[in-house]
């Protein structure tokens, strides 16, 4: 059973830091063979994708993430990363990871992917 676990998420003060974590298990071979990806959803707004890395380890990131996020893995701890900077009160969301093996769509769109975790809570104030 696939399980995709995410962490890291608090409350903190605009222009401070997160790291946010997402622990994968129960995947068949290496994580490094998937396409993965971190979205957000605040209330009352649709789930739309963040940042995704994929399997030649290209990453992508939304125009809102750009120079602030950066999202990395370690496959050797089935692990996948994003480190959020220079935070932002609309950083505000429930972040989720998300995983599939192939590719299906554009990376930051939710129809690529097919697992997903709880989601974490990041809460940025001003």
């Known amino acids: 059973q696939i399980q995709l676990v995410e962490s890291g998420g608090g409350s903190v003060q605009a222009g401070g830091s997160l790291r946010l974590s997402c622990v994968a298990s129960g995947f068949p071979d290496s994580i490094s063979r998937y396409y993965m990806g971190w979205f957000r959803q605040a209330p009352g707004k649709e789930r739309e994708g963040v940042a995704a890395i994929d399997n030649s380890i290209t990453t992508t990131y939304a125009d809102s993430a750009k120079g602030r996020f950066t999202i990395s893995r370690d496959s050797a701890q089935s692990t996948l990363y994003l480190q959020m900077n220079s935070l932002k009160p609309e950083d505000t969301a429930m972040y989720y990871c998300?995983?599939?093996?192939?590719?299906?769509?554009?990376?930051?769109?939710?129809?690529?992917?097919?697992?997903w975790g709880q989601g974490t809570q990041v809460t940025v104030s001003s």
């Open positions: 998300a995983a599939f093996r192939y590719r299906r769509d554009g990376p930051l769109s939710r129809t690529t992917y097919r697992d």
